[in-house]
């Protein structure tokens, strides 16, 4: 397959139950705001300083469903369904879930770590939708994404350089305060989970396949050592039975080689 492959933001591939499920929920919550106001996002809103003060632990989870406005709401959205996708045809339901809503709370976290005394309700399903755009970039870091610059100027770039381009504008902008109101710090959270839960996920893969390597070898091992120890029996019960001049000079070899592996052994016992 082609690495350098274009991806556009069409309908060539189906929508799967996760994102499915994440549009039905955005929704019923961006219409529950609607019907309640600020009550809601009082309520299910991520306040950092009441979080660390008052255990509203439920409020990591709830912010990424509410959004200021239909424009927030149709963004991550969008942009969610362009990039997901895919992300939930190779992962499978469940996976693509859990990784969703932990790039979302690790944004979460990480916005009121770097704020802690705020007392902003920060909302919006940014952060998780970025971490989704990590996966993809991690997955394809070649692709070529054509899209639309402040949705007029049309421009193309691969995935890895998109992400690299939202991590540092998000860093750039939540260092130097920018007064457009974005949880920028929340972006560059929502990256940085995804990226460590990916790299952690291949760290793990691979110690599993190592101590699976190690308990093969272990059981060949020990394999050996039954096949050896059949075979000094038979030479045992042969030199009881006919004498141990009758053994065969390979016989008292294996003889003599167990016997200074039993001496070696006996020298230096476990701990």
């Not at 693509?96 to 770590?113: D, E, I």
């Not at 992400?163 to 109101?181: E, N, Q």
């Not at 000094?232 to 200074?260: H, M, V, Y």
Request: aromatic share 16%; no cysteine; proline share 3%.
């Amino acid at each position: 397959m082609n690495r350098y492959f274009t991806y556009r933001w069409s309908g060539g591939m189906g929508t799967g139950d996760g994102i499915k499920i994440l549009f039905l929920l955005n929704g019923i919550f961006f219409l529950a705001q609607h019907i309640w106001g600020g009550r809601v996002i009082w309520l299910f809103g991520l306040v950092p300083y009441r979080l660390w003060t008052s255990a509203w632990i439920w409020t990591l989870l709830s912010y990424m469903f509410l959004h200021a406005d239909i424009f927030h709401l149709l963004f991550n959205m969008y942009t969610l369904w362009a990039f997901g996708r895919e992300i939930e045809s190779l992962w499978g339901f469940r996976r693509f879930l859990v990784y969703y809503l932990v790039t979302g709370v690790g944004a979460g976290l990480f916005h009121a770590m770097i704020t802690p005394f705020s007392m902003v309700p920060t909302i919006g399903a940014s952060g998780a939708v970025l971490g989704i755009l990590t996966a993809f970039a991690v997955l394809n870091p070649h692709r070529i994404v054509h899209l639309l610059l402040f949705f007029v100027l049309p421009i193309q770039m691969r995935a890895r350089t998109l992400a690299l381009f939202f991590g540092a504008t998000s860093l750039l902008l939540g260092i130097t305060g920018s007064p457009d109101r974005i949880a920028h710090f929340a972006h560059l959270g929502g990256m940085l989970t995804g990226y460590v839960y990916l790299k952690a996920g291949g760290w793990k893969r691979k110690f599993f396949q190592w101590s699976r390597s190690v308990r093969f070898a272990m059981r060949g091992e020990e394999e050996k050592a039954r096949q050896m120890q059949n075979t000094i029996d038979k030479i045992l019960d042969k030199a009881n039975t006919q004498g141990f001049d009758r053994l065969t000079r390979k016989e008292k070899r294996i003889l003599k080689k167990a016997s200074q592996l039993f001496k070696k052994t006996s020298r230096n016992p476990d701990a």
